[in-house]
């Protein structure tokens, strides 16, 4: 933490400043100039992301098409975003400097929870959509409900919706995710989804 911003924090900050301040353990985003605390994630919140995390990041490692990050990494849009996970195609990978990614991900996932589902699915959705990110997945284990959009144009569409099925991501070429794997207890295994989406 940076010496200027010891003890209590400033009511707002620039974004340069909000890096200063913040560490890599810091649960916080940079909404219109403030700091926003988030609320730790569940271990169903945990346990879906490290599945998910590591199926997108294999696949897009060993098709070559760039790099995927889970956890706590910024997105700097209109704000700083902390999205769940984050896809970035080799083409964009400029974007990424040392502590944030300086424009929009190719793909940006969200995993739902009580708390998060009114910013997830309104100022995030908004932000996302007029930042030009790509593809944007909203998983719900709550409700078993996924929602994968597509950009087109200006203005995300939904491309599908459900408990169950398959969906076919655009900006993973080849990539392809069974929905209900998502709620399945326990989660498959790593591997077998691997060679069932025919990577290995």
Partial sequence: MSEAFS????????????????????????????VVWLEPASYQHQE???FLGSIVMMFAEERGLGQTLFGLFQMKLENGRLPDLIFVAHNHLNR????YLDGPADLVVEIVSPESAGRDRGEKFIEYEAGGVPE??????????????????????????GETGEYHARVLPGFWLRVEWLWQQPLPKVLDVLRIIGLI
């Fill in 7 to 34: 003890g209590a924090t400033p009511d707002t900050m620039t974004f340069a400043e909000f890096l200063e301040w913040v560490d890599e353990d810091t649960l916080a985003e940079w909404v219109n100039g403030k």
């Fill in 136 to 161: 944007y997945w909203l998983l719900d284990p709550q409700r078993r409900w996924g929602e994968f959009y597509q950009l087109q144009g200006e203005r995300y569409h939904l491309a599908y919706a």
């Fill in 96 to 99: 990424l400097t040392t502590y």
């Fill in 48 to 50: 879906i992301l490290a």
